[in-house]
């Protein structure tokens, strides 16, 4: 399988202390030198860049082909990378949380994968516990509406009922 992320679900699952779930789920993660030092960032928590700078072994870092993917909108250098290498490697899916990179993912035929979808990916296959992640998801300055969380607890419940 084919995955590659952007900076945004890599950044939140180090810093909740889950990220180990990717290789789980998906075996390796690829990811464009944008998305590479957007984790590296000064202004990135220290946690986050010290995870880059050694980085596991199932994380890849390769060069996208730019000219693959010109979005029809602007996005963010990482944004536009990422969606470039998933293009050039016909990925079986981008892990990507801004509103404007995954319509402009799905306008290319990408699966996209936000963090929370993931999250409950991992969830569903018994690698985490969904209140007490979310809980610590709280805590950082990823934004969601509570009122989505709360939804997504309530059918991870009913889906482990039946």
């Given amino acids: 399988m084919i995955v590659i992320s952007d900076t945004t679900p890599l950044r939140y699952l180090v810093e909740i202390e889950v990220v180990e ?19 590296q960032h000064p202004k990135t928590p220290h946690k986050i860049r010290a995870w880059i700078q050694l ?10 082909d730019l000219s693959l993917f010109a979005p029809a909108v602007p996005l963010g250098r990482g944004e536009t990378e ?32 936000p963090t929370l979808t993931v999250l409950e990916a991992a969830a569903a296959r018994g690698f985490l516990e969904l209140p007490y992640v979310f809980d610590r998801l709280s805590k950082t300055s990823f934004r969601v509406s509570p009122k989505l969380l709360r939804a997504i607890l309530e059918r991870t419940r009913r889906g482990q009922e039946e």
């Fill in 55 to 64: 980085p596991p072994h199932w994380l890849e870092v390769r060069t996208a």
């Fill in 82 to 113: 990422a969606i470039s290498l998933a293009v050039e490697l016909n990925a079986d899916a981008v892990l990507i949380d801004e509103r404007a990179g995954r319509s402009e993912a799905a306008r290319v035929g990408l699966l996209i994968l």
């Fill in 21 to 39: 779930i990717l290789p789980e789920l998906f075996g390796q993660i690829i990811i464009p030198i944008a998305v590479s030092e957007e984790l």
